[in-house]
């Protein structure tokens, strides 16, 4: 799992038919040093400028009603940004 920042929203009109029904997000990831955006599907109702804990890989098929080709999926929001002691 990973902390990203919603910044947009995916718009299509044409998709696989078991991804109707989810929302598609663009998300920057932070705490990285990979300067990323990617997709993923939203089931918590998550919006643009909020932090969201995004979960990757086949595990995702337990969070959802229907079986979808969905690697990446929204799994929580973060309510208050993490602080992190980077002198370790």
Do not use: C
Not at 28 to 37: A, C, F, G, M, S
């Amino acid at each position: 799992m990973i902390i990203g920042k919603v910044i947009g929203n995916v718009v299509s009109s044409r998709k696989y038919d078991t991804l109707q029904g989810y929302k598609l997000l663009l998300i920057r990831l932070q705490y990285t040093d990979k300067k990323e955006v990617i997709v993923a599907a939203d089931v918590m109702g998550a919006g643009v400028g909020q932090q969201v804990i995004v979960s990757f890989g086949e595990s995702n098929q337990y969070a959802l009603n229907k079986n979808a080709p969905i690697d990446a999926l929204v799994v929580g929001i973060v309510d208050n940004e993490p602080i992190i002691d980077l002198s370790e």
